[in-house]
């Protein structure tokens, strides 16, 4: 029961290269998310996809882009990395977007993205 | 502008003891709230959550209270043990307003 899936784990960049972050769910949920977690902030969302072939922009979107390849699949992509975008990165998953517990979000297990 | 506060960073107990972790939210537009719990190098996991049309929601060894006029909310843990050591955080959500979360406190439960 792998759920949330994300890849790479570790990643270390030089300023200006691009990466992608890939992301699968297996629980047939509606929407995904990629959020940012920095040492002393919360989790901040970046971008989601409330169903698929649907983006939309979340609280720290700049510097990022992301496709909603299928239902399963949520990608993000940095095309120009700066320092400023180290950070853990989290993928989740939810049925959908509303409130309740059968809207609860579930995530990945994270992608330590250190830019150089 | 910070709408979900925790104000806390950490919390030390000691295993048996009651951990209660605080949480404050400034939107008056969240009505339904929840508690992460995440372990270094893993991603968060739900714990439990609270409708704002209840003040007290249990399960197990877990109680979240909600105070919706003072907009505080308290997270119970009772007995405290070794495995519950991790940082929690807080989430709120309403209105038109994805997950918020909060900034996480970090409980660590001595044996």
């Known amino acids: 029961n792998a759920g949330v899936t994300q890849t790479p784990k570790f990643q270390v960049l030089k300023t200006g290269q691009s990466m992608t972050l890939q992301c699968a769910q297996d629980m047939n949920h509606n929407s995904m998310y990629w959020y940012r977690q920095d040492p002393g902030m919360g989790l901040r969302l970046i971008y989601y996809?409330?169903?698929?072939?649907t983006t939309d922009k979340g609280e720290v979107p700049n510097g990022y882009n992301v496709s909603r390849l299928n239902k399963r699949e949520f990608s993000l992509r940095l095309e120009s990395a700066a320092p400023s975008q180290t950070s853990v990165y989290f993928c989740a998953s939810s049925w959908g977007q509303g409130r309740g517990p059968g809207n609860t979000i579930y995530f990945g297990e994270g992608s330590w993205l250190t830019v150089v | 502008d910070q709408q979900v506060k925790q104000n806390s960073p950490s919390l030390s107990v000691q295993e048996g003891r009651i951990s209660i972790l605080n949480c404050d939210y400034t939107?008056?537009?969240?009505?339904?709230f929840l508690w992460y719990k995440k372990y270094p190098a893993e991603g968060p996991t739900f714990l439990i959550s609270?409708?704002?049309?209840?003040d007290k929601n249990e399960d197990g060894r877990f109680t979240v209270f909600l105070n919706k006029s003072a907009k505080h909310l308290s997270l119970h843990i009772v007995p405290s043990q070794p495995g519950d050591s991790a940082v929690y955080f807080c989430?709120?959500?309403?209105?038109?307003?994805?997950?918020?979360f909060g900034k996480g406190t970090k409980l660590t439960v001595n044996p």
């Open positions: 996809s409330a169903s698929e072939g």
């Open positions: 609270i409708s704002s049309i209840k």
């Open positions: 939107n008056s537009m969240f009505d339904y």
């Open positions: 989430a709120g959500q309403g209105g038109s307003e994805k997950l918020v």
